[in-house]
């Protein structure tokens, strides 16, 4: 693989670790939304109307905040309904892996000699082993991993929630 190719590949994956990022960040604004606008079961426009409430809550409070503070709103409401807190954990774990990779794709450096695979640096200058970070395949795979844990968590702790709410109302 020529180098065009080798840098064709290494922007591809760094734009797939973005748009994991950013479908986590809607799924948590998915989740939280759905939770504090639902009206009534037997609204008769329900549908319509969640969808309304849930459009102008997303625009008007979600999009003012950041994805530290939407993570930590989602834990809480977990913990508020007490969901499982071992599916809480491992979602927040596979969240937080997610995040850390994603904070580096986005604002760390990319760096290449004509030996090496591209890598992301913090640095400009030559960095130390331990500041580098490549987007092996091996990553990629438990990046993929965790998006499926996120996705699911999110989606089992949303089912919980909701019926656990249910069963309070009656």
Known sequence: M???EIREEFNRKVGEVLRIA???EANLEYYIATY?????RNHKNYFQ??????TFFEENVLQQL????KKKI???ICKKEECNPREIRETVKAIDFIQRIR???AHWHMTQTKEDEPYLTNKIDIPQEHEKLKLSEKLMDD??????KTVTGIVNLGLECSRKQVERAG
């Open 2 to 4: 020529g180098q065009k």
């Open 22 to 24: 950013l479908n986590l």
């Open 36 to 40: 504090f606008v639902r009206p009534p």
């Open 49 to 54: 109307v969640l969808s309304e409430r849930r």
């Open 66 to 69: 950041n994805f530290e503070k």
């Open 74 to 76: 989602f834990v809480d």
């Open 103 to 105: 904070n580096r794709v």
């Open 143 to 148: 990046i993929a991993k965790a998006r499926f």
